[in-house]
């Protein structure tokens, strides 16, 4: 069966610092993969997505960056966290075929 | 571009009372819809889906029904309870034949909140 890990869960770090975040996808291949972002409130928005290894859209223009070193990992990056990157922080997964999108259990970012 | 509107929460009801959430939805094409919910400090879960016109969706008493002529899909459950409280998203994917990049596109989710 597909499983998706993302870690770490909560993570608190200083303004200016850098970050990395990883999502990683098991039981499928060649997977669509996305990173979203969940602000104070409620509302989701897509950061970005990836349809192959090294193939990265980005939907917004901000401070972060993704990476797809391999076919089922997607990295979230910042050189240096602002506060305004503070959220939750969601990856998820897509099979073209079924149209199933599964989401992992997301990262708790604060900025301070 | 895309877009989907969501009833303004916060909602609260009595357990066993019912449950509606409209949703409405802009999209080109032949969109794929969904309702996720988020439970507290958790992420997203699937509830139901609909891929076509009059395709209903259901999973655990909620209901909805893809109405292509109103550009709704509105969430219904006949008698909540109180582990029904969560927040409810409305989404649509423009994934069409399965050659697009099946990108997620969300609403403002409304908060439900069940007394006993």
């Known amino acids: 069966s597909q499983t998706i890990h993302q870690w770490p869960a909560t993570l608190v770090q200083p303004v200016g610092s850098p970050l990395s975040l990883e999502c990683t996808v098991e039981?499928?291949?060649?997977?669509?993969l996305y990173w979203y972002r969940q602000a104070a409130g409620r509302g989701l928005q897509l950061l970005f997505y990836?349809?192959?290894?090294?193939?990265i859209s980005s939907e917004v223009p901000q401070n972060l960056s993704a990476s797809r070193p391999q076919d089922r990992q997607f990295i979230l990056s910042s050189k240096k966290l602002l506060l305004s990157d503070s959220g939750f922080y969601l990856c998820?997964?897509?099979?073209?075929?079924?149209?199933?999108?599964?989401f992992g259990s997301g990262t708790r970012l604060t900025v301070v | 571009g895309n877009s989907v509107t969501q009833m303004e929460g916060p909602v609260t009801l009595s357990e066993e009372a019912f449950l509606t959430i409209n949703c409405t939805y802009t999209?080109?094409?032949?969109?794929?819809l969904f309702w996720y919910v988020q439970y507290p400090g958790e992420g997203l879960q699937l509830l139901l889906k609909?891929?076509?016109?009059?395709d209903k969706g259901s999973n655990n008493g909620f209901e909805a029904t893809y109405r292509k002529e109103t550009t709704s899909f509105h969430l219904e459950k006949g008698s909540v309870q109180v582990s029904d409280s969560a927040v409810y998203f409305c989404?649509?994917?423009?994934?069409?034949?399965?050659?697009?990049?099946?990108?997620?596109?969300f609403g403002q989710g409304t908060i439900l909140t069940v007394h006993p």
């Open positions: 998820a997964w897509s099979d073209r075929r079924n149209y199933g999108y599964t």
């Open positions: 990836s349809v192959g290894i090294g193939q």
């Open positions: 039981g499928t291949s060649n997977p669509n």
């Open positions: 999209a080109t094409g032949y969109p794929s």
């Open positions: 609909a891929t076509k016109a009059d």
């Open positions: 989404a649509l994917s423009d994934q069409a034949g399965g050659t697009s990049y099946g990108k997620l596109t």
